[in-house]
């Protein structure tokens, strides 16, 4: 392109002139674009990486204290999204919506609590943050195809 504005810059007709200011108008503003777009495409990276350090770090803390974590809602709120846009970018960064997460979280926690510590299930439970018992019987029965009393009997054997 600017090969054939040098040219016609050269050349003594003034339709040629004005052909080449066009055409150099045109390839600036072209350049303008694409840096605006390259530009923007940098600052999109920027922040879908922060997201996903900040997911990657929630879901981190979920899995550590899985028995105090607040609800999506709070979680959401905490990051400064709407429940709608944090459960979407949290299920595409992590690959599990925020509230399914927390539930194998808190299952993986309750499986680990009743191998390693002589803690009832109901006991397991309240340290969890679960409010009733059987729907902790419940949920974890969902999970793993067995009640808490029974996951505990099978590590006994």
């Known amino acids: ?5 040098i040219t016609l810059r050269s050349d003594v007709a003034v339709d040629s002139h004005a052909v080449a200011e066009a055409l150099f108008g045109a390839l600036l503003s072209d350049l303008v674009r694409e840096q605006t777009n390259l530009t ?9 990486k922060r997201q996903q350090e900040m997911m990657q770090q ?14 999506v809602a709070e979680l959401a709120r905490s990051m400064g999204y709407s429940v709608d846009y944090f459960s979407r970018v949290f299920t595409q960064i992590i690959g599990h919506r925020p509230q399914e997460f927390v539930i194998t979280a808190r299952i993986n926690r309750a499986k680990q609590l009743l191998s390693e510590t002589s803690l009832s299930v109901g006991e397991v439970s309240t340290v969890l ?27 006994m054997r």
């Open 58 to 71: 929630l879901a981190n803390q979920i899995r550590e204290y899985s028995g105090r974590v607040p609800a």
């Open 129 to 155: 943050g679960f409010r009733d018992v059987f729907f902790f019987s419940k949920q974890f029965r969902q999970k793993t195809g067995c009640t808490p009393t029974e996951f505990r009997a099978k590590l």
């Open 1 to 5: 392109m600017m090969r054939r504005i």
């Open 40 to 48: 923007r495409s940098i600052a999109l990276l920027k922040n879908e």
